[in-house]
């Protein structure tokens, strides 16, 4: 795992110098030729660009702050507050004024400049921090009210305030706004190292993306150093690598919420496992250690023998069983190759024959696999026990627009067609709802029982 660990974090830092290289000569290119330097009116573009801005440091705030809600770590924390106040910022000091045709005012740029150098300042402190908030909804909502409140504040003073500097095209900027725009440079180069840092001594795959937009938001800052417009009508280079670094962050974002899901989905598997190894492994084994206890005695009863090696036979088929499981649920093994060992072992003392039917054009999402591979399992053990059946199929495959998975047998059937009960039928639905698919059930006595489930779209 630390090899692996290793191989990740260099071959990310590799990308990075590659990364840096290019855009430094970029820039390089950009400041040896002041006619680059240009900006361009373009208020449509401009609005275009910041709304993009706004929509993706927005859904990288709900993101993280979700991911908040259910891990309650530091990180996600300041990173759901930075990203919160960059899409306010930009929306109230951007985009709003365009609303009624004007431009930005003196007061809405310096809010909006300084809103931005506190975002950039909690982004910029999340990959130092360690731990987690135990009262995960409260402090959300505080510190959503908080920036909000802080915001506005940042606003109604700037409006207030006739002696800021004009900020106008073509003309030398004040000293502060080159000084807040390399702030916000230099709070960019502190997340990139401390975003790297924190890939490599955790592997966390969402470290490497945002590693990876903190590099470009460096140099879309920089580029803001060299054309510092502040303006909702003109365009400048660094606009572009703004708008591809929220890009990027956002699909680290996404990645994450999909590999916690997944992850929260094999622990939950796994923990199911583990209940049934203490309700079925464990029985058997108390069951063989009494029988060993019986076998000590001076005369111990008839048939121990034979019982012993049933409770053994059945003790070690129940630990395959379980094997199996979680080899499916974690990825370890591939689902069919899984599947197929399971219908192996359950066939192997000749009670059941089972025909097992894979469509291989067809794909299961990891938490499918999981289910699906459980509610198999639990149907071919109902036909076990209770169909007295002597064959079953199995069948997973495409059904015109729809993906199905038909378990059928030639048992005894029951009385109550699609509305069967029992707490077993019960938990088949309960895992086929669990990922959006529907369960349906078909039973006539003396003709079989066929189970469905429809997989979602």
Known sequence: ????????????????????????????????????????????????????????????????????????????????????????????????????????????????????????????????????????????????????????????????????????????????????????????????????????????????????????????????????????????????????????????????????????????ERARVAREIHDGLAQYLFAISTHVSMLESETPPAGTVASLKRAAAAAQQEARFAILALSSASGTAPFDSALRRYVDILTADGELEVELEIDPGLSLAPDEQIEVFRIIQEGLANVRKHAHARRAEVRIEQDGAQRVVVVRDDGEGFAGGEQGTGQGLKNLRSRAASIGGALALRSTPGRGTALEVTLRA
């Open 1 to 268: 795992m630390r090899r692996e660990r290793e191989d990740a974090y260099q071959a990310w830092l590799w990308g990075e110098v590659l990364l840096l290289g290019l855009l430094g000569a970029a820039l390089a290119l950009f400041l040896t030729y002041p006619s680059l330097r240009d900006t361009f009116e373009l208020p449509q573009l401009r609005l275009v660009l910041d709304t993009a801005v706004t929509l993706a440091a927005g859904i990288v705030a709900v993101l993280t702050g979700v991911r908040f809600s259910v891990e309650g770590r530091k990180l996600d924390f300041l990173l759901s507050g930075g990203f919160f106040v960059a899409a306010f910022s930009t929306f109230a000091f951007g985009i709003v004024p365009s609303f009624g045709g004007e431009t930005v005012g003196r007061g809405e740029a310096w809010a909006g400049m300084c809103c931005k150098l506190l975002a950039a300042v909690l982004i910029a402190a999340a990959p130092f921090m360690r731990g987690r908030i135990m009262r995960r909804r409260r402090a959300l909502l505080w510190s959503t009210s908080a920036l909000a409140i802080a915001t506005l504040t940042v606003w109604i003073s700037a409006r207030g305030l006739d002696s800021l500097p004009a900020m106008e095209r073509g003309e030398d900027q004040p000293v502060g706004v080159i000084v807040v725009l390399a702030l916000q440079a230099f709070l960019s180069l502190v997340a990139l190292i401390g975003f790297g840092l924190r890939f490599r001594r955790e592997g966390e795959d969402l470290d490497r993306w945002l590693g990876l937009g903190a590099s470009l938001a460096l140099f879309a800052e920089l580029h803001y150093v060299f054309t510092p417009v502040v303006s909702n009508e003109y365009v400048s280079q660094g606009d572009f690598l703004r708008v591809l670094s929220y890009g990027v962050l956002l699909a680290g974002v996404w990645r994450a919420i999909r590999f916690a899901e997944f992850g929260r989905a094999v622990a939950e």
